[in-house]
């Protein structure tokens, strides 16, 4: 395998539990909520995408 990951990466943190953990902690201002959305990863990306206002399912 090739050894040039970045540390996140080599932490085990993915794209998709970075997003949602930005875009919960800029909705919720709460770190419970932001690790929450962390696990469930693109899930959540996918989940607010969808039903935020504006968002594709309008």
Do not use: D, Q, T
Not at 15 to 23: F, H, M, N, Y
Not at 35 to 54: D, E, K, N, S
């Amino acid at each position: 395998m090739n050894e040039r990951g970045g540390s996140a990466a080599k932490a085990g943190i993915g794209l998709g539990s970075a997003i949602a953990v930005a875009v919960s902690w800029s909705i919720n201002k709460s770190l419970v909520w932001a690790i929450v959305h962390g696990v469930l990863g693109w899930f959540y990306v996918i989940y607010y995408a969808v039903m935020r206002p504006g968002g594709i399912a309008e």
